[in-house]
């Protein structure tokens, strides 16, 4: 039995064996390095494709790490007043350090370690960058 993965968004894109269109939560399995759902390959478990849908679950806890790599990558991405404050607190940071690819000197990308980090790491870098999820989970969902 290989890996499991779970979809941290529907992933609609063009897979190895045609068009994929999977809804969030999805459950797959990694084989050989790549991403399988119900015997059809989707993609390759390194690829950019994987990166941007999927989350590794063999800890039972993808749908967590899915949902905070969707939060900081949409913190990080959004332009207001504290924008370069945020992105100043990761490059400053030792822990995310570790998450960033380093062939890039003067610009951040996440690295792949980043998409299968464990939690608490994630749950540091939400805290850190203030995502939503932490907020809501601090003060309560106001609904």
């Known amino acids: 039995m ?38 059809a390959r989707i993609c390759a478990a390194g690829s950019q494709h994987a990166l941007d849908y999927f989350v590794p679950d063999r800890d039972g806890k993808g749908k967590e790490r899915g949902e905070l790599v969707n939060a900081i990558i949409s913190r990080m991405e959004k332009r207001d007043g504290g924008y370069q404050e945020r992105w100043d607190k990761v490059w400053g940071d030792p822990l995310c350090g570790r998450y960033r690819r380093r062939e890039h000197e003067d610009h951040w990308l996440w690295s792949e370690g980043f998409y299968t980090a464990p939690v608490e790491d994630l749950q540091y870098i939400a805290r850190l960058v203030g995502t939503r999820k932490v907020r809501e989970e601090q003060c309560g969902s106001v609904r």
């Open 2 to 39: 290989g890996t499991p993965y779970i979809a941290r968004k529907r992933a609609r894109f063009l897979g190895m064996e045609g068009p994929v269109n999977l809804p969030y939560g999805t459950s797959l399995v990694e084989e050989g390095g790549i991403l399988w759902r119900e015997g």
